[in-house]
C-alpha cells in the first residue's frame, strides 16, 4: 500500500491538490514535486488540500515552505486546507509553524481567496 | 504411365481405383485378410493395453507395431487439427524430421491431404513420380507409400502411412492390415487426446488458479496471518481468499467462493479478488465493499455467483468489522475456546438486485484468531453442515497461532481419498502487543511509517489518548528520521528503537551510531522543534560512537 496519494484536479483559476495518506521524509519531495509539475503557467495558484493527510512531519513541512517559493516565484499563489482539527494542523502547531502560507478551512473557501486577488504579472 | 498401382492387375471387381491426385492410387479392399494374417493383425492391434496408454506412448506404441506388421521402412501419424483444418506430424519413426520439424499439411493437397479429406486409403509407387506435398518423404529417398485415414464414427482424426525406401508394391493385405490398425488405433487415439486435453485444461486452470492467490500474504504490524488453498482431487474450483494492508493501520482479510469448477470459475475469481481490494481501498467498510462487488457481478452479464466473507480489522483499536453474503459463519478463536460469530442472512454477490450485506462488529482482543474458510472445509456428504462446523471448531481450538490453526484444520478435516470441493482458509490473529519496545530498525526512509504503525499500537495498548498517542508518534518519527539521517550512506546502518511505561511515564530512547548533524536550512530546525514540543523531557547525547535521544512524557491515565 503506498503511503500517501495525490489527486489533482484543474479549475479555470487554479489546481486543486488533495493529497492523502501519510506524508515524511519518505516521500514528501515527491508529493511536493508531483504537484509542482502538474501546475500550468496559467493557473493563478495552487490549492493544497491538506485536510484528509493523516500524518505530516517536518519533512512535509519543509517541502509546504518549499512548493510555496517555488510558486512565488512564478507569480502563483499558494492556499493551503487544514481544518483546526485535523493531523496536519497539529503538526504544524508543534512545529510553531501554525500559517506555513495562507489557509482556509475548505476547498471552496481557498478558491474564493484566490478568485478574489488579482492576477498577479498582467 | 508406369507409377500406377501393380496392385491394379488383379480382377477390377476386387477392387475400384480412382486417381485422386497425380501418381495416387485409391484403394479399397474388398475381400477379407487371410484368417492366419488377420488374428496376427488382430492381436497386434487390439491389445486392451493400448487403452491404457497416454497419447505419446500410444502412438510410439503404434509405430512399433506397424513397421513390425507391415515390415516397412517408416511410419508416420499425423492427427488431424480441426482449428486449423490441417494435419500434423505427431509421430513418426524413420522420418523423425517430419515430427521435429512440426509438419502441417493442409486437407485436401498431397498424399496425407488427400487421404484425409477423401478419407480413403493412397497407393503411391513411385514418390518421385507422383503429387506429394511435403518434401521430407522425397529427401528422405521413399519409393513407395501407402496411406489410410484415422476415423472415428464418422470423424476424421488423422492420417496413418508407411514407406518402404525400396520400391514396393503394397497389396491387398497391407491395406487391410493397415486399415485394421487404423481402426484399431483411431478409438483410443480420440480417448487419449481428449483426456491430454483435459488434462491440459486442468494444469491450465491449476496455474490460474495459483496465479491468482496472493503469492504471500501481507506482513501488517499488529497481526499474525495464515492460509491455506487447497484444490478438489478432480478439478480446481473458485475459492480464493486474500489479506491486505488498509489505509490507518488497518487490515482487510477475505475469504470466497465462486459457484462453479474450472478455468472459468477460476478466472471469475481473479476478478472479483481485484474487485473487493479496489473498493476495499476506496475507503468501504466490510458490507459496503460486499454490496459493490455485488453489483460488479450482476453488472458482468454472466450467471455468476460467489459467496464471500470480509472483516476489516483495525491494528490501532483492536475493533473488528465483518459482513458476509451467503458464507458461513466465520469463527473466533480465544484461548481454547471457540465461537461462531454472528452473522446477518445475506444472498450470495449477483444472487439478487441491491442485494444487502449488513456488518457486525467486535472486538479482537489480544491472542485472538479470526478464522475465515470455504465450504470445501467443512461440507461433507451425508454430514450437516453445522456438524462439520463443530468438527473444525474442535480441530482449531488448541491452536496458538494462524499457522497452527490452518495446519490442524486440514488436518483434521481433510478426507484421506482427497476433497470433492477445493477449499480455503485463512486464519488472522490480533498480535499480542509486548510491554516493552525492542525495535532494531534498518536506517532508511521507508522504515518510518513501519514504525509508526509500531508505536500507534503500543501506545494505544499502553493506555495514550488518541491525541498524546499522535504528538508521540510524530515525537519519535522525527527522532528517528534523525537517525536515519545520521546513517552512514550507502552501507546498511540500523538504528534502535526502545520504549518502556514505569508508573505514567513513557520513556522512548532513539539510539543511532552516527553524530548528531546541526540542523540545516532554516526549516530543518522543525523536527527538533517538534520532538521538544510533544514531550515532557528531551535529552540528546552525542558521543563519537554515535547520538542518543532520550525523550518521557507522563501519559494521563484513561
Redesign the interface.
Known amino acids: 500500500?503506498s503511503?500517501a496519494d495525490v489527486q489533482i484536479t484543474l479549475v479555470p483559476t487554479a489546481l486543486i491538490a488533495h493529497v492523502?495518506?501519510?506524508v515524511?521524509?519518505?516521500?514528501a519531495e515527491e508529493v511536493g514535486a508531483t504537484v509542482i509539475g502538474a501546475t500550468p503557467n496559467e493557473a493563478q495558484g495552487v490549492v493544497l488540500d491538506l485536510s484528509r493527510v493523516?500524518?505530516l512531519?517536518?519533512?512535509g513541512?519543509?517541502v509546504i515552505?518549499g512548493m510555496r517559493s517555488s510558486l512565488q516565484a512564478r507569480g502563483q499563489s499558494l492556499i493551503l486546507v487544514i481544518p483546526a482539527a485535523s493531523?496536519v494542523h497539529?503538526?504544524l502547531?508543534?512545529?510553531?509553524?501554525e500559517r506555513p502560507g495562507e489557509v482556509a478551512d475548505t476547498v471552496e473557501e481557498a478558491l474564493r481567496v484566490l478568485d478574489g486577488r488579482p492576477t498577479t504579472g498582467s | 504411365m508406369r507409377h500406377t498401382s501393380p496392385v491394379a492387375e488383379a480382377p477390377a471387381e476386387r477392387q475400384r481405383r480412382t486417381t485422386p491426385g497425380h501418381g495416387q492410387v485409391v484403394l479399397l479392399p474388398t475381400e477379407p485378410l487371410d484368417p492366419a494374417a488377420e488374428r496376427d493383425s488382430s492381436y497386434r492391434f487390439s491389445d486392451p493395453g493400448l487403452s491404457e496408454l497416454s497419447l505419446e506412448a500410444l502412438l510410439t506404441e503404434l509405430l512399433i507395431r506397424v513397421q513390425e506388421a507391415l515390415k516397412v521402412d517408416t511410419v508416420a501419424i499425423l492427427l488431424y487439427e480441426p482449428d486449423s483444418n490441417q494435419l500434423v506430424a505427431r509421430a513418426a519413426t524413420g522420418i523423425e524430421e517430419e515430427v521435429e520439424q512440426g509438419v502441417r499439411l493442409p486437407l485436401g493437397k498431397g498424399f496425407a491431404g488427400r487421404i484425409a479429406a477423401d478419407r480413403v486409403p493412397i497407393f503411391i509407387a513411385d514418390v518421385n513420380h507422383a503429387d506429394v506435398l511435403n518434401p521430407i518423404l522425397r529427401e528422405k529417398g521413399i519409393a513407395s507409400l501407402l496411406g489410410v485415414p484415422l476415423i472415428v464414427e464418422g470423424q476424421l482424426i488423422g492420417v496413418l502411412h508407411v514407406g518402404s525406401l525400396t520400391p514396393r508394391t503394397f497389396d491387398q493385405d497391407d491395406v487391410a492390415v493397415l486399415q485394421m490398425a487404423a481402426a484399431r488405433a483411431a478409438p483410443a487415439i480420440e480417448r487419449a487426446q481428449l483426456f491430454a486435453r483435459l488434462e491440459h485444461e486442468h494444469d491450465v486452470s491449476m496455474v490460474l488458479q495459483r496465479s491468482l492467490l496472493p503469492q504471500r500474504l501481507a506482513d501488517v504490524v499488529g497481526v499474525n496471518v495464515a492460509a491455506r488453498y487447497l484444490p478438489a482431487r478432480e478439478e480446481v474450483g473458485g475459492d480464493w481468499y486474500d489479506v491486505?494492508?488498509?489505509?490507518?493501520g488497518r487490515v482487510g482479510v477475505v475469504i470466497g467462493d465462486v459457484v462453479g469448477h474450472g478455468i472459468v470459475a477460476a478466472a471469475l475469481m481473479g476478478r472479483l479478488r481485484t474487485a473487493l481490494h479496489s473498493y476495499a481501498?476506496e475507503g468501504h467498510g466490510p458490507g459496503r465493499t460486499l454490496e459493490l462487488v455485488d453489483r460488479f457481478v450482476q453488472s458482468l452479464n454472466e450467471s455468476a455467483m460467489a459467496t464471500a466473507a470480509y472483516a476489516v480489522f483495525d491494528t490501532y483499536t483492536s475493533a473488528l468489522h465483518y459482513a458476509t453474503a451467503g458464507h458461513l459463519p466465520p469463527l473466533v478463536i480465544s484461548g481454547a475456546d471457540v465461537r461462531m460469530l454472528e452473522v446477518t442472512p445475506a444472498p450470495p454477490l449477483g444472487a439478487f438486485p441491491y442485494g444487502r450485506c449488513p456488518e457486525h462488529e467486535l472486538s479482537l482482543e489480544s491472542g485472538e484468531m479470526l478464522l475465515l474458510y470455504t465450504d470445501g472445509l467443512v461440507e461433507r456428504r451425508g454430514v450437516a453442515l453445522s456438524a462439520g462446523i463443530d468438527v473444525l471448531a474442535a480441530a482449531v481450538n488448541a491452536a496458538q497461532t494462524p499457522e497452527e490453526a490452518c495446519t490442524l484444520a486440514v488436518a483434521r478435516l481433510v478426507p484421506r481419498e482427497g476433497l470433492r470441493d477445493d477449499l480455503a482458509i485463512v486464519a488472522l490473529q490480533n498480535a499480542a502487543v509486548p510491554s516493552e519496545l525492542h525495535l532494531t530498525l534498518s536506517a532508511e526512509?521507508?522504515t518510518?511509517?513501519h514504525a509508526?504503525r509500531i508505536l500507534r499500537r503500543w501506545l494505544n495498548e499502553r493506555g495514550a489518548d488518541e491525541?498524546v498517542v499522535?504528538?508521540m508518534?510524530?515525537?519519535v518519527?522525527?527522532a528517528c528520521?534523525n537517525a536515519?539521517e545520521h546513517a552512514y550512506a550507502p552501507s546498511p546502518a540500523t538504528f534502535e528503537l526502545h520504549g518502556q511505561a514505569r508508573d505514567g511515564e513513557i520513556t522512548f530512547t532513539i539510539r543511532d551510531g552516527g553524530r548528531w548533524r546541526p540542523p540545516r536550512?532554516h526549516?530543518?530546525g522543525?523536527?527538533l522543534?517538534?520532538i521538544v514540543?510533544?514531550m515532557d523531557d528531551v535529552q540528546i547525547d552525542r558521543t563519537a560512537e554515535g547520538t542518543e535521544v532520550v525523550m518521557r512524557r507522563r501519559i494521563a491515565p484513561k
Open positions: 500500500m503511503l492523502t495518506g501519510e515524511d521524509m519518505s516521500n493523516e500524518y512531519d517536518s519533512a513541512i519543509y515552505y493531523p497539529d503538526s502547531r508543534l512545529a510553531g509553524a | 491486505f494492508e488498509l489505509p490507518r481501498i526512509p521507508k518510518l511509517a509508526r491525541g499522535a504528538e508518534t510524530i515525537a518519527s522525527e528520521a536515519i536550512g526549516n530543518r522543525r523536527g522543534s517538534i514540543a510533544a
